[in-house]
């Protein structure tokens, strides 16, 4: 089996996670800059893609409302996707990220984690709950 990359899209930054080959465990990597559009946010995401050996799937997550329902964000999300999808051939798959954030902000803040360090963490590590939260229901 090959790994699973996931990505939390962020205006500011782009948070990327990896998953194990065995597809069980999703491991934090890295977050990028945001850039001036969403052409040049899925240029960077595929850039660094090739960076990684036997990746078979893309899983980004899809930012909701609690109610479920679409927001500005999530409109975003899907628009990175269609340009994603021009410049690579590795499914892309929309994961609800509902609350990842903040969950993820949550035990950084338990673990004592200064406010400059989790901003350098959050999102890659945001990254890793949605793509194992993906691995978990696959």
Do not use: C
């Amino acid at each position: 089996m090959g790994r699973v990359v996931g990505i939390d899209f962020g205006e500011a930054r782009v948070g990327f996670a990896l998953s194990d080959t065995g597809r069980m465990l999703a491991s934090p990597i890295k977050s990028l800059q945001g850039k001036k559009n969403l052409k040049e946010v899925a240029a960077s995401i595929v850039a660094e893609l090739t960076a990684h050996d036997q990746i078979e799937k893309i899983v980004i997550g899809l930012p909701l409302h609690l109610n479920g329902k679409e927001s500005p964000s999530s409109l975003r999300v899907r628009e990175l996707k269609k340009h994603m999808e021009e410049l690579t051939d590795h499914p892309i798959i929309l994961w609800d990220e509902r609350l990842t954030t903040a969950q993820v902000e949550r035990t950084l803040k338990e673990a004592n984690m200064g406010r400059k360090k989790r901003t350098k963490v959050v999102d890659a590590m945001a990254a890793a709950a949605i793509l194992q939260n993906y691995l978990d229901q696959a």
